[in-house]
């Protein structure tokens, strides 16, 4: 695998090469739409004590995309220091990022499934990528993007968006803030970018994450680097790929929790009634924080894959045992897949889940070409019933 080889799909419709993928805030962006797109005023927010992700601790487990858990406790000496020996690793890693990336690939995964330390996060996320690359070879693209014009309606239906986008941090608190301003900017640049997706809803708590991370610019070719290494089919109108993708899900719960599939096949319940926002959204909606940055930290390593090991833990744990008892109809089944309880979601009994969950990037390979061909012969039935009516 070459410097150029990177993203993390697991090789099918994404843009990106087959086969396994490893792959300051104050710059100014030149751009009038900062200003001019956002006009309603709101007043600045009092001193708010944050934890140190960010968020406004009186929102914290609360907050609408996972929350983060409050960290008030002063970290001891020896993870102090055990920090300082990680920080050190992932410096020499980076510093020597194509090495690691062509030799020791797994040496990477291995690090990003023990935790990125969040001083490092912002480098890290944006080579693991490729977004690196992808500045490299249009620098100046970027600041001529938020020149040109977009569509009215795909400004305004960005305009609307960017208030509910993690309004709990205080990065977006402000509806005037530079924070929204950003994400307007990367947002509408992507869209330039590429016009025929347009915008779609599922990029702005991705373009969020992303921008609470790295600056502006390095967060939109993080996000080009998404669509077109990772999840490129979620961002599309017809969401097709979103459907194969819970038919999928669907399969690998009928061998990882067969007690779940069952209760979601009787009851006729279709992935993409809970699976949807969990994976168009990478999950940060749907975990708490800590937890949400763990699985970024594993998904931009090792792609699609960690989405759906996440999903087969999140139903089996839901829906295991006595609480299936509680799920008489589809309803209450849904609402249980909407609320799972968060001790399940937290990082240490999540992490611990995941690692016995035994998928692989040749199951999802095998999966995908086995829905996509059932979905094809779904289509082809039903154009030939409307041709007959």
């Known amino acids: 695998m070459n410097d150029d080889e990177v993203g993390a799909g697991y090789g099918v419709d994404h843009g990106g090469p087959p086969g396994r993928q490893s792959l300051g805030r104050s710059e100014e962006d030149g751009s009038e739409d900062c200003h001019s797109v956002i006009s309603r005023k709101s007043a600045t927010p009092t001193e708010r004590t944050c934890d140190k992700y960010g968020f406004f601790l009186e929102n914290s487990e609360d ?45 990477i995964r291995d690090r990003c499934r023990k935790g990125i330390p969040h001083s490092l996060r912002s480098q890290a996320w944006f080579y693991l990528c490729g977004g690196h690359l992808q500045k490299r070879r249009r620098p100046a693209l970027y600041a001529d993007l938020l020149t040109r014009s977009v569509p009215e ?22 509806r005037s803030g530079s924070g929204q301003a950003e ?23 991705i373009a969020a994450v992303l921008l609470m991370h790295m600056p502006a610019e390095h967060a939109f070719w993080s996000l080009v680097a998404l669509n077109d290494y990772y999840i490129g089919g979620y961002f599309t109108h017809n969401l097709e790929e979103i459907e194969i993708h819970g038919r999928m ?20 319940v279709e992935p993409v009634l ?14 708490p924080w800590a937890s949400v940055l763990r699985v970024w930290d594993m998904f931009l390593c090792e792609g699609v ?16 045992g006595e609480n299936v008892k509680t799920c ?14 968060r001790h399940y979601l937290a990082e240490e009994p999540l992490l611990k889940g995941l690692k016995h969950i035994d998928l692989k990037d040749e199951d999802l390979l095998r999966e995908h070409k086995t829905q996509v061909k059932k979905h094809r012969k779904a289509k082809s039935r039903e154009s030939r019933e409307q041709n007959a009516a």
């Open 63 to 107: 907050e609408e995309g996972g929350g983060t858990a409050a960290e008030t406790r002063v970290p001891t000496s020896a993870e102090v220091k055990a920090l300082r020996a990680r920080e050190k690793k992932w410096l020499q890693m980076l510093n020597n990022w194509r090495y690691y990336i062509n030799f020791k690939w797994e040496k």
């Open 153 to 174: 309606e795909t400004r305004s239906d960005i305009t609307k968006d960017l208030h509910r986008q993690f309004p709990g941090h205080e990065l977006f608190a402000e």
């Open 183 to 205: 994400l307007f900017n990367v947002l509408k640049a992507f869209a330039a970018y590429r016009p025929a997706q347009g915008y779609c809803q599922a990029q702005g708590p």
């Open 249 to 268: 899900l669907a399969a690998f719960l009928r061998r990882f929790s067969p007690s779940a599939y069952s209760l979601l096949k009787r009851q006729n």
């Open 274 to 287: 809970y699976m949807t926002e969990w994976f168009m959204c990478i999950y940060s909606r749907s975990l």
């Open 305 to 320: 894959t960690v989405l759906f090991k996440v999903g087969i833990y999140i139903v089996d744990v839901t829906l295991r």
């Open 328 to 341: 008489p109809t589809m309803y209450e089944t849904c609402q249980k897949l909407r609320s799972t309880p």
